[in-house]
């Protein structure tokens, strides 16, 4: 069994990263985890800086779950690396963590989170991040 999900180093990425986690842990599946960047990584703040990823691969291997860590920079929308490499893998689940936007935010922006759920070749499992989370 794959579990595959979208981390970003915000609140919401934490929050699917830890539920991410505990399923991989329930089902003993594997952990994909995926972070992407257009091509703008230096100053995309969904891109996670090599030391943020040293201290979730830390963590991972104190959870004991089997991962892998992808971080991607080729031109892409982080949602369709997100559902390519669910498909790639042949996930069974994709975890992916949310936050409130407004109307005019989606619009303006898009919803990766939307993308994903509409997309993915699998369930998604969808977590809010805390409201009390930085």
Do not use: H, W
């Not at 981390?7 to 594997?30: F, H, I, S």
């Not at 995926?34 to 943020?52: E, F, P, T």
């Not at 790639?88 to 992916?96: Q, S, Y």
Request: include cysteine; hydrophobic fraction near 45%; glycine fraction near 8%.
């Amino acid at each position: 069994m794959t579990i595959v999900v979208g981390y970003v180093p915000k609140p919401e990425g934490r929050a699917g990263l830890q539920c991410a986690v505990d399923e991989a842990k329930l089902r003993e599946a594997r952990l994909v985890v995926v972070n992407a960047s257009r091509g703008d990584a230096y100053v995309d703040a969904g891109y996670a800086a090599m030391q943020d990823v040293e201290i979730v691969k830390s963590e991972l291997s104190s959870a004991g779950v089997e991962f892998d860590f992808r971080q991607l920079v080729r031109g892409r929308e982080p949602a369709e690396e997100v559902v390519d490499v669910a498909e790639e893998v042949d996930a069974d689940l994709v975890v992916i963590g949310m936050r409130r936007r407004s109307a005019v935010g989606k619009f303006i922006l898009g919803s990766t989170a939307q993308r994903i759920l509409l997309d993915a070749p699998c369930p998604v499992l969808a977590v809010k991040a805390s409201s009390g989370a930085a």
